[in-house]
């Protein structure tokens, strides 16, 4: 069974540039997470979906961040425009249905913002 | 509020050598799950254990056992026979139950990272 599928794995960008990033849960998972994580610290939730519903995206920046779950599967999460504390990693995770089972990520997109 | 606490920056053991990682957490909800995994160096954070908080029976996986507390709000964990692919970061999260404390989101504590040395 393929993993939650994230891409790019990395990317480099000039400030003040957009930049997206895709994930692909894991078939028939109902809940979608992107998380934020900065060198040394743990991951930091952005927004979750249950389906295609934005439940919880109350550490989105929504100024500069959005994010969208079309049909409740595939997931993008958009930067427009980046600014140099963007750089991080950012990781997408799935889990069967709510936070309270297992989350299973992929590897992450490492963006730096120059 | 929610929160955990993972104290150890940074161990370093030499192989075979047993280690236990530790994780305190605090929360108000009565039904909540606490989760540990495992980020090797390729990034990809590895789901390791779940448990929910109203199972306190301590759990055996191989080289690996967890000691769940609640008296001490804890959830350490052990790995026994310690190996050099066990050096990556490890990470304690708690979650709440959505259907009575409608905390829904993972938080996860900052991580210890381990050096297993050959």
């Known amino acids: 069974e393929a993993g939650v599928v994230q891409s790019p794995r990395y990317k480099i960008i000039e400030k003040k540039q957009p930049v997206a990033f895709w994930c692909n849960p894991i078939?028939?998972?109902?809940?979608l997470y992107w998380y934020l994580q900065n060198l040394g610290q743990g991951p930091e939730l952005l927004i979750r979906y249950e389906n295609e519903e934005a439940v919880d995206d109350s550490q989105l920046p929504k100024d500069r961040f959005s994010a969208e779950r079309l049909k409740g599967v595939d997931s993008t999460l958009k930067i427009q425009p980046a600014e140099l504390g963007d750089s991080a990693v950012y990781l997408c995770?799935?889990?069967?249905?709510?936070?309270?089972?297992?989350?299973?990520f992929g590897q992450g997109t490492r963006l730096t913002v120059v | 509020a929610q929160k955990v606490t993972q104290a150890q920056t940074e161990i370093s053991v030499v192989e075979k050598e047993d280690v236990t990682l530790d994780c305190v957490y605090e929360t108000r909800d009565t039904t909540y799950y606490l989760f540990w995994y495992k980020q090797p160096p390729s990034g990809e954070l590895v789901f390791l254990i779940r448990?929910?908080?109203?199972?306190?029976q301590n759990e055996i996986s191989g080289r690996y056992s967890w000691n769940f507390q609640k008296s001490t709000s804890s959830f350490n964990f052990t790995i026994t026979a310690s190996q050099v692919v066990d050096s990556a970061v490890y990470f304690c999260a708690l979650s709440g139950d959505p259907f009575t404390s409608g905390t829904y989101k993972y938080i996860f504590g900052t991580g210890t990272r381990l050096k297993v040395l050959a």
């Open positions: 078939s028939g998972h109902n809940t």
């Open positions: 995770a799935s889990s069967l249905r709510s936070s309270s089972t297992e989350a299973f």
């Open positions: 448990r929910n908080s109203f199972d306190e």
